[in-house]
């Protein structure tokens, strides 16, 4: 147990490193999720529990921080002083002493008073009303876990979770229809997803970053929308696949354990950075049918890959159908980040990306996805591909008991 000394020293450093990776989220310099384990702060529970928290109510201290003109009167970096006020607000009370905790109690009354005229302009009645939409969105999604069969089983996952205090319960008394009732996974229950076999379904805020069998790579925290697609393309034993834009890599290495490491797997992206750290994922998860290749899709010679039978291709896009648990790939850009001209060119880059897949002289089976909800992303470069190539391809359905959502322009296609 530490002393007040040692205390005080432990939440200045926490402090600290949180304001640096809130800035580095800021800058697009990596995910919430991806700074915080790549982090040298020891100690990530609580790392991970305190960026989280700040950035769920950055815009109210924002606005707290503008309308008490705080930054005026201290010179301290904006990104600790929103994790302090943060803590003094609404956490647990500033937890260091010196200088930081001198910065904010000598402005207190200043502080508060901005603090509650900003509550009265939200009509916030608790601290729940001034969180950011989307990350309360997040906080009430199942945690979705997928059991790497390339080294280990679902049964003994299944069997680790329940030795470690967890309840197994039947799917049919979690689904309603093909959706989650989260309300029934309470008190550690967990069951299996309906349509993708090796896939559990955990409470909402389920942290299993310590847990060992995540450590070891027997199992990864992919939602479901991301496991979608590599079960949708379903490639036998032994095929030659492409992952066209394949980092971060969660969906190659689903790839690579439904043809257990059978095969072969082109996967391409144009970051050589993005590919150094795809490589650890993969090797963390015994990927070993994977040739990663730093080129772009586009420029790939048809010809050169001409057993390719698969290819998922999951183009860069606006990312206006996130929902941020703080693993959002930074390229990916919010809906009300984006405008029309960068939507048009994206689309465009879709759009040849799919023909170009659809090209491959052996290719059988295509699986297109984006985490967009725009018409111009999905719909749109859906109808432009299959009117070049409706001699050849047809657009197949993917889950039939799946509810379908989709522009009223194409509500009869």
């Not at 915080?36 to 529990?49: D, H, R, T, V, W």
């Not at 916030?124 to 280990?152: F, Q």
């Not at 859906?382 to 799946?402: C, H, K, M, N």
Request: include cysteine; charged fraction near 25%; hydrophobic fraction near 40%.
């Amino acid at each position: 147990k530490m002393n007040k000394i040692d205390s005080q020293r432990f939440a200045e450093a926490l402090y600290i490193e949180s304001a640096r990776i809130l800035k580095r989220i800021e800058e697009k310099q990596g995910s919430a999720k991806g700074l915080i384990y790549g982090s040298k702060f020891k100690n990530k529970k609580k790392l991970y529990a305190i960026v989280y928290e700040v950035l769920k109510y950055t815009e109210f201290i924002k606005e707290v921080i503008v309308q008490s003109q705080f930054m005026q009167y201290e010179k301290i970096d904006q990104y600790l002083a929103q994790v302090l006020l943060y803590d003094f607000f609404l956490g647990r009370g500033i937890r260091c002493g010196g200088k930081l905790k001198f910065a904010i109690t000598r402005h207190k009354q200043r502080l508060r008073t901005a603090f509650d005229q900003e509550m009265l302009n939200r009509q916030a009645a608790r601290k729940e009303d001034l969180a950011s939409s989307g990350l309360v969105i997040a906080g009430r999604m199942p945690r979705y876990v997928r059991v790497n069969t390339l080294k280990t089983t679902k049964a003994k996952v299944i069997e680790h979770f329940v030795a470690n205090g967890y309840q197994y319960v039947p799917s049919d008394s979690v689904y309603n229809s093909s959706i989650v009732d989260i309300t029934k996974l309470t008190n550690g229950k967990f069951t299996s997803d309906i349509h993708i076999k090796d896939l559990l379904v955990l409470p909402p805020r389920s942290d299993l970053h310590d847990n060992q069998m995540y450590l070891n790579g027997e199992i990864l925290l992919q939602d479901k929308a991301s496991c979608i697609p590599a079960f949708a393309l379903n490639p036998h034993h032994q095929s030659c696949i492409i992952d066209a834009c394949s980092a971060p890599g969660n969906k190659t290495s689903h790839l690579a354990s439904l043809i257990n490491n059978s095969g072969k797997i082109h996967a391409f992206d144009i970051s050589q950075n993005r590919l150094n750290t795809m490589r650890k994922l993969l090797d963390k998860a015994g990927v070993t049918c994977v040739n990663l290749e730093r080129k772009n899709f586009l420029d790939i010679n048809v010809m050169e890959y001409e057993n390719v039978e698969y290819i998922l291709l999951d183009p860069s896009c606006s990312g206006s159908g996130l929902v941020d648990r703080g693993d959002v790939d930074t390229e990916s850009e919010k809906l009300s980040d984006i405008n029309q001209k960068r939507l048009t060119a994206l689309a465009n880059f879709q759009l040849r990306a799919l023909q170009h897949a659809l090209s491959f002289p052996s290719v059988k089976k295509v699986i297109y996805s984006t985490c967009s909800i725009n018409v111009e992303e999905n719909e749109e470069v859906v109808e432009a591909a299959l009117e070049r190539f409706s001699g050849t391809y047809q657009l197949s359905p993917i889950l039939e008991d799946w509810p379908i959502f989709r522009s009223v322009i194409f509500e009869n296609n």
